[in-house]
């Protein structure tokens, strides 16, 4: 593969090649320059953030979902375009606005002040915040572009251009943010005011990565829409996210209020810094939310967006957070604090399913074995998983050796032992399909995130009901 270290050797390389593959490296460009917002929102923070923040997550949700599935640009291009366009306009205002500022405080200041140098770095943050809009309109421009070409107005060639902008645009904003500030004169006194720009790198390796994995799916045989849509669920920055994005981003994400629901958004944007998959349907819905909606700002859009996510959460994760706070109830009768165990479970679904398993399986081993040391009862350290069960459960009078003496005891023992039978297919299911036991690479069982959230909700159930009774008895 040949590199990629510059926008000319982007287009070369797009030449002839699936205008999907343009729509979805344009839409990845343009995200790498998320944390460049946080540059515009010092001063008038309300209106930036309802007149540039929200219509660029929205342009940049468009061409997103056009870019993960490219067969379905059409629906979303006039979103696209409009979202685009409206972030578009107000940050080359701002920016035009900043700049007269700056040039009014020279002509009225001959000297160099803390004022003049205080309008030219507001000019210079709104420049770049122009910028990163600007890599966003062009990604929409290229779903605009698909769906045109589709349709048989334009063509490849225009798609390949909207690509190759939007990378341009994302790389000059995010070599802004770094190298502007180097070269703004700072008065003596305000020294303390100097920013140390650091090291910008690795903006064109992202992208020479997203190519390479491109050009594989390609070789492979497989159609475009399979690539991209591979592609769009790996993490933003393949070869590792640089340190002044997670810097950066943080700060960003600080300056957006809770009041105004910003939460969708964050989780939005980090799925996709992180590579999480991706809900089409969900996706679609957020995107044919009314215009007229979108117009009344952060707070009223963002809750709808808020109701959209929550109706269309996964039960089985539902599941799995009840019988979390189920556990975390029982931690203060029981004084066992399983906390650690409990967040790798949570932590690991729905994107490892095989370690949410193994984790389920050591909280449970953990339970009984703690249920048993607090009563003294001491346990061989090889002792089998069944048999750590069946001392377990009989310590907690669950499990009795003599017939039940009444009806509503030989229906309590018929629920331990579906509790026993549960407990201990939860380490068989391990042994099978979790983690503890290497397996050969590429022949590993496969394991979907529903049935590691059964394994995982149920274990949380039977450790808290352990607990229970151990805090009874």
């Known amino acids: 593969m040949a590199g990629i270290g510059d926008s000319s050797a982007l287009h070369d390389w797009l030449n002839g090649r699936a205008v999907e593959f343009a729509c979805v490296l344009a839409t990845r460009a343009a995200l790498r320059a998320a944390p460049v917002l946080e540059a ?11 007149d540039i923040v929200l219509p660029w997550f929205r342009a940049l949700a468009a061409s997103g979902f056009a870019g993960a599935w490219p067969e379905r640009a059409r629906e979303v291009h006039r979103i696209a375009r409009s979202a685009g366009q409206d ?14 500022n700056a040039f009014e405080a020279r002509d009225a200041i001959p000297f160099m002040s803390y004022e003049v140098w205080h309008y030219e770095s507001e000019a210079s943050a709104l420049k770049d915040v122009q910028r990163a809009v600007e890599a966003a309109v062009e990604a929409t421009q290229s779903v605009v572009a698909v769906a045109d070409a589709a349709e048989g107005i334009g063509g490849s060639a225009t798609v390949y251009e909207a690509a190759v902008l939007a990378a341009q645009a994302a790389h000059s904003a995010i070599d802004g943010i770094h190298g502007d500030t180097e070269f703004l004169e700072v008065p003596e006194e305000d020294e303390s005011e100097r920013v140390v720009a650091p090291n910008i790198e690795g903006f064109w390796n992202a992208v020479a990565l997203d190519v390479e994995l491109l050009e594989s799916g390609e070789n492979a045989g497989e159609p475009p829409e399979a690539t991209v849509a591979g592609l769009s669920e790996k993490s933003l920055w393949l070869g590792g996210t640089p340190v002044w994005v997670s810097r950066w981003w943080a700060d ?4 957006l209020p809770d009041a105004e629901g910003w939460q969708v958004w964050i989780e939005w944007y980090e799925a996709r810094l992180a590579g999480r998959r991706q809900d089409a349907a969900l996706e679609a819905d957020l995107l044919t939310i009314p215009d007229e909606e979108w117009a009344q700002g952060p707070a009223h859009v963002n809750a709808i967006i808020a109701t959209l996510i929550a109706s269309r959460s996964d ?4 599941a ?5 706070e189920d556990l975390e109830a029982v931690r203060q009768a029981s004084s066992v604090d399983l906390t650690r165990h409990m967040e790798r479970i949570r932590n690991a679904l729905p994107d490892d399913p095989n370690l949410a398993i193994g984790a389920t399986k050591n909280m449970l081993e953990a339970t009984m074995k703690t249920i048993l040391d607090r009563r003294g009862s001491s346990t061989p350290e090889n002792i089998g998983f069944p048999d750590l069960t069946t001392r377990c459960l009989a310590e907690l009078g669950l499990k009795r050796s003599s017939p039940p003496a009444t009806e509503a005891e030989k229906h309590l023992g018929r629920i331990a032992s579906s509790a026993q039978r549960m407990i201990v297919a939860a380490n068989d299911v391990r042994r099978r399909l979790g983690t503890g036991h290497e397996r050969v690479v590429g022949k590993e069982p496969v394991v979907t995130a529903a049935d590691a959230s059964l394994v995982a909700s149920c274990g949380y159930i039977l450790a808290a009901w352990l607990l229970r009774h151990d805090a009874e008895g």
């Open 40 to 50: 515009g929102l010092y001063e008038d923070g309300a209106e930036r953030r309802r």
């Open 320 to 324: 799995v957070a009840r019988g979390f």
């Open 87 to 100: 972030a578009r306009t107000t940050a080359r205002d701002l920016e035009d606005d900043a700049r007269m």
């Open 315 to 318: 039960p089985l994760l539902a």
């Open 252 to 255: 960003f994400r600080d300056r």
